[in-house]
């Protein structure tokens, strides 16, 4: 990996944590947060904006209107989110409808290429994906095999070697909690929800999922500020 990386910025905290790391050892970042019709867009771009301000990196808005307009996901449309308190997110997330409510076809792998269609024409060879090991379970274009599948696809899609690269991919989110405490992230400009609200819901996967790794990590003072 070089010094010049491009980062799939939402925002959120596995994206922000990646960054983290990313930029211990890259000079040259560019962000690229996608408006693909969500319903928490504008707390999204608010956030990548402040965070891409945070670590001087360079940032752009790619807006995806097509998306939403075929979409069935209740990310971008008008269906309800579903609902979940942490202590069940285990059960929750077990439930082929509720994965399937938030899924959105093919969105990380549309991300990937469009990415590598930026770090081609700008002579970027790395871009940073916030995958984990925890998202996998429920969503596959969060995986090894998908990081894995993308960047074989790359070799036949560009012609200059780009890697798609994963530093969490081996990670749950109360792991991704623990280094972006030590890596002192800044926690209160994450934005991690799926709601239309400027701040988080508490109540969606997301809000669980999140919520849940800072209760793990005793980080109850961060847990009051990002959910009161």
Known sequence: MSNKAIIL???????????ALVKEICSDIL????????????A??????????????KHEIVDLPWLAKISTSSLNNNLDIPKIDFENLSEFINSKSASNSVWVPN???LFANIAAT????LNYDSIIIGANK???????????EFINAINKSFENSLNSPV????????????DIVKIGLELNIPFHLIHSCYSLNDKHCGEC????????????????????????
């Open 134 to 144: 925890e998202e996998a379970v429920v969503f596959k274009d969060n995986s090894a």
């Open 205 to 228: 996967e997301s809000c669980a999922r999140l919520k849940r790794a800072l209760v793990e990590n005793n980080a109850y003072e961060i847990l009051d500020k990002i959910f009161n």
């Open 9 to 19: 910025l939402s925002g959120g905290l596995d994206c922000v944590v990646s960054l």
């Open 118 to 121: 930026y770090a081609e024409a």
């Open 107 to 109: 969105r990380n792998g």
């Open 31 to 42: 962000a690229l947060t996608f408006n693909y019709g969500q319903k928490s867009f504008l």
């Open 163 to 174: 890697m798609l690269i994963a530093p969490l991919i081996d990670a749950n989110k109360t």
């Open 44 to 57: 999204e771009k608010d956030s990548a904006e402040k965070i891409a301000q945070y670590y001087n990196i």
